[in-house]
């Protein structure tokens, strides 16, 4: 069986041209590379297509299906990106009828039902982690059993309807899958080359804003810290990486059972390596950041949301202003670079609380962090503030996938309208370029 993994791009079908702004986030499609080797380990013949990243366009998709002819498309696509996956999953079919055209990710994970209702071109969408899903999808389309035995996924029956088959239990042993099939992406091209790799799945907080919860679960599931430290090896040995990024949501989520083992384990074998994470302020202490600056850690960005303590609770963000001070002062400190990062335009937004974010921001510069990322609300499918918006008081002004991406205003507060978080965007990100100090 041929399979095709196709990442979707987020805005245009990108050239060099454009990589060249600055406009992508090149880190490989390590999701894509989980799906291939659980493929190939069914004896599937696989590529990986990245037209978010790479010079690949639609006709390199068109002649691929027509001369290599697939029997599986599969196609992963954030909420932005979803327009042009189902571009992709429409030239599927108008070429080769007959291919599977198989969605994935966290957008049509939470809506599935209205994307098999609305797009014909779409047969089969996978719920939540995919990795046993798409074996067992794979074992299904190859005749060998029927798709309603197939837990996480959705389809239409044999009458055309839209059938959801029961979720899927999440995967608990995560050292039980391969590692991704890192050779059949053009490494060279990536900002961070083959140096990606995850370490846990979950998230026991609850923040409103996010939907890790809802899609990977409310437990913290870790690796091995041996098994992770193998990873990194290989990925020094085999592709030559002295930087590696952590691609979890919170790398320090477990330190004791996970971030210092991995670190004492980076040191005791003598791997020459640096690597960037994330974490939560309220996780980091001195001692933390000691073990990561020894280990190699140059990088750390901590999720800030806002400067107003009243949001952040409302948020259920689950830490303080002065948390956020400490962890920021830690880092710096200890010569890591910080990076944090803010959302406008959350539930209580107001021209007070957007006033109290700009110097709360401003004073964490002081405090050193190296750069500040500042975003517009996206109110994306799986967060609570999507799913209830008129409970935050929050209006959803845009219908649009294509333009939830975190620098359009799409929606208003109680008091702020869209217009003017606009303004105050343009007005903040200003002032942290221009280095504008607090008044």
Same mark, same amino acid.
């Given at each position: 069986?041929?399979?095709?993994?196709?990442?979707?791009?987020?805005?245009?079908? /990108?050239?060099?041209?454009?990589?060249?702004?600055?406009?992508?986030?090149?880190?490989?499609?390590? /999701? %894509?590379?989980?799906?291939?080797?659980?493929?190939?380990?069914?004896?599937?013949?696989?590529?990986?297509?990245?037209?978010?990243?790479?010079?690949? *366009?639609?006709?390199?998709?068109?002649?691929?299906?027509? *001369?290599?002819?697939?029997?599986?498309?599969?196609?992963?696509?954030?909420?932005?990106?979803?327009?042009?996956?189902?571009?992709?999953?429409?030239?599927?079919?108008?070429?080769?009828?007959?291919?599977?055209?198989?969605?994935? $990710?966290?957008?049509?994970?939470?809506?599935?039902?209205?994307?098999?209702? =609305?797009?014909?071109?779409?047969?089969?969408?996978?719920?939540?982690?995919?990795?046993?899903?798409?074996?067992?999808?794979?074992?299904?389309?190859?005749?060998?059993?029927?798709?309603?035995?197939?837990?996480?996924?959705?389809?239409?029956?044999?009458?055309?309807?839209?059938? /959801?088959?029961?979720?899927?239990?999440?995967?608990?042993?995560?050292?039980?899958?391969?590692?991704?099939?890192?050779?059949?992406?053009?490494?060279?091209?990536?900002? $961070?080359?083959?140096?990606?790799?995850? =370490?846990? @799945?979950?998230?026991?907080?609850?923040?409103?804003?996010?939907?890790?919860?809802?899609? *990977?679960?409310?437990?913290?599931? *870790?690796?091995?810290?041996?098994?992770?430290?193998?990873?990194?090896?290989? %990925?020094?040995?085999?592709?030559?990486?002295?930087?590696?990024?952590?691609?979890?949501?919170?790398?320090?989520?477990?330190?004791?059972?996970?971030?210092?083992?991995?670190?004492?384990?980076?040191? @005791?074998?003598?791997?020459?390596?640096?690597?960037?994470?994330?974490?939560?302020?309220?996780?980091?202490?001195?001692?933390?950041?000691?073990?990561?600056?020894?280990?190699?850690?140059?990088?750390?960005?901590?999720?800030?949301?806002?400067?107003?303590?009243?949001?952040?609770?409302?948020?259920?963000?689950?830490?303080?202003?002065?948390?956020?001070?400490?962890?920021?002062?830690?880092?710096?400190?200890?010569?890591?670079?910080?990076?944090?990062?803010?959302? %406008?335009?959350?539930?209580?937004?107001?021209?007070?609380?957007?006033?109290?974010? !700009?110097?709360?921001?401003?004073?964490?510069?002081?405090?050193?962090?190296?750069?500040?990322?500042?975003?517009?609300?996206?109110?994306?499918?799986?967060?609570?503030?999507?799913?209830?918006?008129?409970?935050?008081?929050?209006?959803?002004?845009?219908?649009?996938?294509?333009?939830?991406?975190? !620098?359009?205003?799409?929606?208003?507060?109680?008091?702020?309208? !869209?217009?003017?978080?606009?303004?105050?965007?343009?007005?903040?990100?200003?002032?942290?370029?221009?280095?504008?100090?607090?008044?």
């Amino acid at each position: 069986m041929k399979v095709l993994l196709v990442n979707s791009p987020q805005f245009e079908f /990108h050239t060099a041209a454009g990589r060249a702004r600055g406009q992508l986030d090149l880190l490989p499609p390590l /999701h %894509l590379g989980y799906l291939a080797a659980v493929a190939e380990k069914r004896g599937a013949e696989c590529r990986i297509f990245d037209l978010g990243a790479l010079d690949i *366009s639609l006709e390199t998709v068109t002649e691929t299906i027509t *001369s290599w002819q697939p029997e599986i498309v599969g196609i992963s696509s954030t909420t932005l990106s979803f327009p042009n996956a189902l571009r992709i999953a429409q030239v599927v079919k108008q070429v080769r009828p007959q291919t599977f055209t198989i969605l994935g $990710g966290c957008h049509v994970t939470f809506t599935a039902s209205k994307t098999l209702d =609305t797009h014909k071109q779409v047969d089969i969408i996978v719920r939540g982690e995919g990795e046993e899903t798409f074996a067992e999808l794979l074992d299904c389309l190859d005749g060998r059993d029927g798709l309603a035995r197939v837990n996480g996924i959705s389809y239409r029956n044999s009458d055309g309807a839209v059938a /959801h088959a029961p979720s899927r239990d999440f995967i608990q042993d995560l050292d039980s899958l391969p590692w991704p099939a890192r050779r059949l992406m053009q490494l060279e091209k990536y900002r $961070g080359g083959a140096g990606a790799l995850f =370490t846990s @799945r979950g998230c026991p907080h609850a923040c409103a804003f996010c939907a890790a919860t809802a899609m *990977s679960g409310r437990r913290y599931r *870790s690796r091995s810290p041996q098994f992770v430290v193998d990873e990194i090896q290989h %990925l020094v040995k085999q592709y030559g990486c002295r930087r590696v990024t952590f691609l979890d949501d919170t790398f320090t989520a477990l330190p004791t059972r996970l971030t210092i083992p991995v670190c004492r384990e980076i040191m @005791r074998r003598g791997l020459d390596v640096s690597f960037g994470c994330e974490s939560r302020a309220d996780i980091i202490s001195p001692k933390l950041v000691d073990e990561l600056q020894r280990a190699g850690c140059i990088a750390i960005h901590f999720g800030v949301e806002s400067g107003s303590q009243e949001i952040l609770n409302r948020m259920r963000k689950g830490i303080t202003l002065d948390q956020v001070r400490n962890a920021v002062h830690w880092s710096a400190e200890a010569g890591l670079e910080v990076y944090c990062s803010v959302i %406008l335009g959350l539930p209580g937004e107001t021209e007070a609380t957007a006033h109290q974010t !700009r110097e709360f921001l401003l004073e964490l510069r002081e405090r050193g962090a190296k750069k500040i990322i500042v975003e517009l609300l996206g109110p994306f499918p799986g967060t609570d503030l999507y799913e209830h918006p008129e409970g935050h008081g929050l209006v959803i002004h845009e219908a649009d996938w294509g333009k939830f991406n975190t !620098r359009l205003p799409i929606v208003s507060t109680a008091e702020l309208s !869209r217009e003017r978080l606009r303004e105050l965007y343009v007005e903040l990100t200003f002032d942290l370029q221009m280095g504008i100090t607090r008044r």
